[in-house]
C-alpha cells in the first residue's frame, strides 16, 4: 500500500476533531494538527483543542508543543512536520492530519513556492517609501516592473506589494516568475476529505461553541495569558477581544459578540480557501462514517494499484 495522507479541512465547529477520531480508531494510526492555535500549551480552550480524553484515543502530534513565547514559522512546521510523517509512516501507510489553517496544511500537501535570499535592507527600504510616499507610489512601481503580479495580488495588502517588490528588486526579476515552479514531489499521496454545511448551520454551531468555552474558563485562561497580549500567538480571535475587556474599553457581553462575530468571519475565509481546492472531496457534516470510509477505501485503492 502506498503510503497515504488523509486531510481533513473546512470551517471551524464544524466537527473536524470528531471524525479525526474516527478514522484515527478506524485505520488504528496516528493524527497530525495543522492548526496553527493549537500548538500552544497555555491557549487550549480559546482554541478548541482536543481535550485529554480526545488526546488519550490516537496519538496525537503537533498539539501543545509550543509555548506562546516560542517563534515558530510555517516553514519549521512544514519541515518538523514531514519529517514526523516520515518516521510514522515507517510502521502505518496512512496517517490522519486535521486542521483549518489552510497555510499549515498546504505547507504539508504541496509545499511553497521558492524565493532566493533577499537583503533585508531592501525590505527596510520599501517600508520607509510605504510611509513617506504612501501604498500607490509601491503600487506603480509594481505595475510598472512586474504587472502579472499587479493584476494577481491583494494590492490593498501592503505586506503583499512590498513582499512583491523586494523580490523585484533583490533579483532583477518579477516577483510572478518564481510562482508556480514544479514543487518538491511528496512521498506519500494525499486524500483531501472537507466537512460542509449550510452557513446559518455553520453559524449556529461557532455560537453555541464559543458559550461552551467561556462555561469551560475561557474567560480565566485569557486573564492568565494578558501580560503577554502582544505576542503574536495571542492575535487571535478569542482573545483579543477579552484584551478589550479588560482594558475597560469594551463590556463582557460586547467582546463576546465580537469574538462570535469574528469567528464566523474566520470560518467564511476558511472555506473560501478551501474550496479552491478542486482535489477535495466535500461531505455534511453530519455524513455517516461509513460513507467517507468507503470513499477513502476505494481512492486508496485506485492510488495503490
Not at 172 to 190: A, E, Q, V, W
Amino acid at each position: 500500500m502506498h503510503k497515504t495522507l488523509i486531510s481533513i479541512v473546512g470551517p471551524t465547529g464544524i466537527g473536524k476533531t470528531a471524525l479525526s477520531l474516527k478514522l484515527a480508531t478506524h485505520f488504528k494510526t496516528a493524527i497530525l494538527s495543522a492548526d496553527s492555535r493549537q500548538f500552544y500549551k497555555e491557549i487550549p480552550i480559546g482554541t478548541a483543542a482536543p481535550t485529554g480524553s480526545e488526546l488519550a484515543t490516537a496519538a496525537h502530534h503537533f498539539i501543545h508543543h509550543k509555548s506562546i513565547k516560542d517563534t515558530y514559522s510555517v516553514g519549521a512546521f512544514e519541515t518538523e512536520a514531514l519529517a514526523k510523517l516520515e518516521e510514522l509512516q515507517r510502521t502505518n501507510p496512512i496517517i490522519i492530519m486535521v486542521g483549518g489553517s489552510g497555510l499549515y496544511v498546504n505547507a504539508v500537501t504541496k509545499g511553497f513556492d521558492e524565493f532566493p535570499d533577499i537583503a533585508p535592507e531592501i525590505r527596510m527600504q520599501l517600508n520607509s517609501e510605504l510611509e513617506t510616499n504612501g501604498l500607490e507610489f509601491l503600487q506603480e512601481e509594481l505595475k510598472e516592473i512586474d504587472p502579472i503580479s499587479y493584476a494577481t495580488i491583494a494590492l490593498k495588502n501592503p505586506h503583499r506589494v512590498i513582499r512583491a517588490l523586494e523580490i523585484c528588486r533583490g533579483t532583477g526579476n518579477p516577483y510572478s516568475s518564481f510562482l508556480n515552479k514544479d514543487k518538491r514531489k511528496r512521498p506519500f499521496n494525499t486524500i483531501s476529505i472537507g466537512l460542509k454545511a449550510e452557513r446559518p448551520l455553520i453559524y449556529e454551531r461557532i455560537n453555541q461553541r464559543v458559550d461552551q468555552m467561556l462555561e469551560n474558563g475561557l474567560l480565566e485562561e485569557a486573564k492568565s495569558v494578558f501580560e503577554h497580549r502582544d505576542l503574536n500567538a495571542l492575535n487571535t480571535v478569542g482573545y483579543k477581544e477579552l484584551f478589550h475587556y479588560f482594558d475597560g474599553e469594551w463590556t463582557l457581553d460586547f467582546a463576546v459578540s465580537e469574538i462570535k462575530k469574528n469567528t464566523r468571519r474566520f470560518a467564511k475565509r476558511q472555506m473560501t480557501w478551501f474550496q479552491k481546492d478542486p482535489e477535495t472531496a466535500w461531505f455534511e457534516y453530519d455524513t455517516n462514517l461509513e460513507d467517507i470510509v468507503n470513499h477513502l477505501n476505494t481512492v486508496i485503492k485506485k492510488t495503490s494499484e
